[in-house]
T-cell receptor, first 115, second 113 residues
Framework: DAGVTQSPTHLIKTRGQQVTLRCSPK?????VSWYQQALGQGPQFIFQ???????QRGNFPDRFSGHQFPNYSSELNVNALLLGDSALYLC??????????????FGPGTRLTVT | AQSVTQLGSHVSVSEGALVLLRCNYS??????LFWYVQYPNQGLQLLLK??????LVKGINGFEAEFKKSETSFHLTKPSAHMSDAAEYFC???????????FGTGTRLKVLA
């Protein structure tokens, strides 16, 4: 049973460029969340996708956008990259039931460096 | 607003000693609480979670945590540290009806031989 996979593993971009990160959820999961983890910090919630819609968003500018496909995989897009966008980007998948308290399974992350 | 505070960004213990990692949270409603571990260059792995019911929660690798509502705490413990426990540990909170986790800034655990 494959867990959460992310691609690419590492990425180097220049300020002002655009980047797309990809995530495949754990088998059977229908919900994908994205987090940004700056060096020495805890992960910060960017947004969550469910049924191909953005369901909740954290305090990130509109330069951060996403998409979820019918097979539940997801993309994170960041436009007009800034040096401060350098971070580890984590994808987490879950199967959100009615009871809440859902477990999120994290992928290994994509390390983005902006120069 | 939800928040998580992890006291001690770095904790060192001797192999075989008690591990205690502290987590305090702020939430307007009874929250869901989680502990995750992150090894170098890897994603986060769930150690344990508290949703409802028994306040003492047992997780993987011998870790456990106790939810104390009066103290708004969810400290992580392990009776005897092992070298393989060296990693970064994150406490997280989620409120019912929301979908995001709020993470603390993490505690890096070092185990001394």
């Amino acid at each position: 049973d494959a867990g959460v996979t992310q691609s690419p593993t590492h990425l180097i971009k220049t300020r002002g460029q655009q980047v797309t990160l990809r995530c495949s959820p754990k088998s059977g999961h229908d919900t994908v969340s994205w987090y940004q983890q700056a060096l020495g910090q805890g992960p910060q919630f960017i947004f969550q996708y469910y049924e191909e819609e953005e369901r909740q968003r954290g305090n990130f500018p509109d330069r951060f956008s996403g998409h979820q496909f019918p097979n539940y995989s997801s993309e994170l897009n960041v436009n007009a990259l800034l040096l401060g966008d350098s971070a580890l980007y984590l994808c987490a998948s879950s199967l959100v039931g009615l009871a809440g308290g859902f477990e999120q399974y994290f992928g290994p992350g994509t390390r983005l460096t902006v120069t | 607003a939800q928040s998580v505070t992890q006291l001690g960004s770095h904790v060192s213990v001797s192999e075989g000693a008690l591990v205690l990692l502290r987590c305090n949270y702020s939430s307007s409603v009874p929250p869901y609480l989680f502990w995750y571990v992150q090894y170098p260059n890897q994603g986060l792995q769930l150690l344990l979670k508290y949703t409802t019911g028994a306040t003492l929660v047992k997780g993987i690798n011998g870790f456990e945590a106790e939810f104390k509502k009066s103290e708004t705490s969810f400290h992580l413990t392990k009776p005897s540290a092992h070298m393989s426990d060296a990693a970064e540990y994150f406490c997280a909170v989620s409120e019912p009806g929301t979908y995001k986790y709020i993470f603390g800034t993490g505690t890096r655990l070092k185990v001394l031989a």
